[in-house]
């Protein structure tokens, strides 16, 4: 069989292509069920083909997260522009489906996957995906009406990602934790975040 000829549109597509299903098998799946096989063979190339691409799962993975972004702070903008919804119940839900992220169409990533992929960032990748992933808190934070400092947005990143962290942790990785009354914490945490985000916004408007 002859080799096949791509020109560089045809690899732009593609590889296109494998974020964006990459991304969809995801989140509905889950990032830890999806196999690289399941996407390449759903955008129709062969298993060598993709990893011209993405030398690894992971390097697959920072690209879907940085696809998804936009994807999330749209979501944010829509809760909140809801009318029926008031602020706290728009930033609760948004919360909720970010914490259940595998029932709402949103990739999270469990304490082993941050592993992997932190391993496999250089020190130039691991600063944009920081400094990315700074841009996403800042700008959800923007969407709740919040006028934001970089350390504000910092805390804002790690209590949000603590519970939504943990959540998925339970019980594999965290075994001693009580499943039962995973929801109940998950629900005392978001309404301690919500309280503090509360405070915020009001210090803010008031400065």
């Given at each position: 069989?002859?080799?096949?000829a791509?020109?560089d549109?045809?690899?732009k597509?593609?590889r296109a292509?494998?974020?964006?299903v990459?991304?969809?098998?995801?989140t509905k799946q889950?990032?830890?069920?999806?196999?690289v096989?399941?996407?390449?063979?759903?955008?129709?190339i062969?298993?060598t083909f993709?990893?011209s691409f993405f030398?690894t799962?992971e390097?697959?993975?920072?690209?879907?997260l940085?696809l998804q972004q936009?994807?999330?702070?749209?979501?944010?903008g829509r809760l909140?522009?809801d009318?029926?919804?008031?602020?706290?119940?728009?930033?609760?839900r948004f919360?909720?489906?970010?914490c259940y992220?595998?029932?709402?169409?949103i990739a999270?990533l469990?304490v082993e996957e941050?592993?992997l992929?932190?391993?496999?960032?250089?020190k130039?990748?691991?600063?944009?995906?920081?400094?990315?992933?700074?841009r996403?808190?800042?700008?959800?934070?923007r969407?709740?009406g919040?006028?934001?400092?970089?350390e504000?947005i910092e805390?804002?990143?790690?209590?949000s990602?603590?519970?939504?962290?943990?959540r998925r942790?339970v019980?594999?990785?965290l075994p001693l934790?009580?499943?039962e009354a995973?929801?109940?914490?998950?629900?005392f945490?978001?309404?301690?975040?919500?309280?503090?985000?509360e405070k915020?916004r009001d210090?803010?408007s008031?400065?």
């Amino acid at each position: 069989m002859p080799r096949i000829a791509y020109s560089d549109e045809d690899r732009k597509r593609i590889r296109a292509e494998l974020v964006r299903v990459g991304l969809e098998l995801m989140t509905k799946q889950g990032i830890q069920h999806t196999t690289v096989e399941q996407i390449y063979k759903k955008v129709g190339i062969s298993r060598t083909f993709f990893y011209s691409f993405f030398p690894t799962k992971e390097d697959l993975i920072v690209e879907t997260l940085y696809l998804q972004q936009p994807k999330i702070i749209e979501f944010a903008g829509r809760l909140m522009s809801d009318a029926d919804l008031s602020w706290r119940e728009a930033v609760k839900r948004f919360l909720y489906a970010c914490c259940y992220g595998e029932k709402n169409g949103i990739a999270v990533l469990t304490v082993e996957e941050q592993q992997l992929i932190f391993r496999r960032l250089s020190k130039e990748s691991y600063a944009v995906f920081r400094e990315k992933q700074m841009r996403l808190f800042g700008e959800i934070l923007r969407c709740f009406g919040i006028k934001a400092e970089r350390e504000d947005i910092e805390l804002f990143t790690n209590i949000s990602l603590t519970v939504m962290v943990i959540r998925r942790a339970v019980p594999d990785t965290l075994p001693l934790f009580v499943t039962e009354a995973m929801d109940d914490t998950v629900n005392f945490q978001i309404n301690a975040i919500v309280d503090a985000l509360e405070k915020m916004r009001d210090k803010k408007s008031t400065e």
